[in-house]
């Protein structure tokens, strides 16, 4: 089993930049495709980026573009998502997850493809 804690969620105004965190333990993460997702009150959870075992490979929702970036740290077991230009329409409980993959380049856009999930982290983003 895989064990994913969240942080770095918090208020931030149109505009501004964030950095979510997530800490991974259990399994050997290297093992695991990584994702973010997001939900809004009343939505379905989205996909935001992906990133593959290796992190040589991401994926992102168009809406998000350009301006996030998912990136992974192997040897310390941790996932990263640098969100910057934030808009309003960001504003949602964000959650990190991971999927057992056996190629170290695929990416995966599906919540489907991964089994484990963090308690998430909220970004506000006030206009």
């Known amino acids: 089993q895989v064990q994913l804690v969240e942080t770095g969620g918090g208020l931030v105004q149109t505009g501004g930049s964030l950095t979510l965190s997530c800490a991974a333990s259990g399994r050997t993460f290297s093992n695991y495709a990584m994702g973010w997702f997001r939900q809004a009150p009343g939505k379905e959870r989205e996909f935001v980026a992906a990133v593959s075992r290796s992190g040589s490979n991401t994926l992102y929702a168009d809406s998000v573009k350009g301006r996030f970036t998912i990136s992974r740290d192997n040897a310390k077991n941790t996932l990263s998502l640098q969100m910057n230009s934030l808009k309003p329409e960001d504003t949602a409980a964000y959650y990190c997850?991971?999927?057992?993959?056996?190629?170290?380049?695929?990416?995966?856009?599906?919540?489907?493809?991964?089994?484990?999930w963090g308690q998430g982290t909220q970004v506000t983003v006030s206009s």
């Open positions: 997850a991971a999927g057992l993959s056996a190629y170290y380049s695929d990416t995966y856009g599906s919540k489907r493809d991964y089994r484990y």
